[in-house]
C-alpha cells in the first residue's frame, strides 16, 4: 500500500521541542515534492512546509517560519519536521502527503495536489 506513516507527536509544554517523522511505504521520495499540512480542532487543514524532491529548496508558512525546519533522509526514504519554540496554537493532527503534480517546493500548498496522506500524528501543546 502506498502511504506515509507519521510518528512523533505528543504532549509537550509551551516553548517545547518535537521531532515529526514521515516514513514513505510503497513508493520513493526522490520523485516528488513532500509537504507537512496541520488541522486545528474546529478550522480547515492547512500547508505550513514543503520540500523539493531533491531536498534543495524548502517554504515555510508565515506562522511556523523560523521555528520549524523541513528535511528528509533519502537513504531512510523519511522526511521530518523539526519544531521548536512551540505556541499554543501550533496544537493540531500533522500530516504529511505527497505533491503527485510537482517537484519543486511550490507555494501556496495547494491541498488536491498531494496524495498519499498518512494516518496523522497529534501534537498537543499545553502547559
Known amino acids: 500500500q502506498v502511504k506515509f506513516v507519521e510518528s512523533g507527536g505528543g504532549l509537550v509544554q509551551p516553548g517545547g521541542s518535537l521531532r515529526l517523522s514521515c516514513a514513505a511505504a510503497?513508493?520513493?521520495?526522490?520523485?516528488?515534492?513532500i509537504g507537512w499540512f496541520r488541522q486545528a480542532p474546529g478550522k480547515e487543514r492547512e500547508g505550513i512546509s514543503c520540500?523539493?524532491?531533491?531536498?534543495?529548496?524548502?517554504w515555510y508558512s508565515e506562522p511556523v517560519k523560523g521555528r520549524f525546519v523541513i528535511s528528509t533522509d533519502k537513504a531512510k526514504n523519511t522526511v521530518y519536521l523539526e519544531m521548536s519554540s512551540l505556541k499554543l496554537e501550533d496544537t493540531a493532527v500533522y500530516y504529511c502527503?505527497?505533491?503527485?503534480?510537482?517537484?519543486?517546493?511550490?507555494?501556496?500548498?495547494?491541498?488536491?495536489?498531494?496524495?498519499?496522506w498518512g494516518q496523522g500524528t497529534q501534537v498537543t501543546v499545553s502547559s
Open positions: 502527503a505527497a505533491n503527485l503534480m510537482r517537484v519543486g517546493a511550490h507555494a501556496p500548498m495547494i491541498e488536491h495536489e498531494y496524495s498519499y
Open positions: 520540500i523539493s524532491a531533491n531536498g534543495r529548496d524548502t
Open positions: 510503497g513508493f520513493n521520495l526522490d520523485y516528488y515534492a
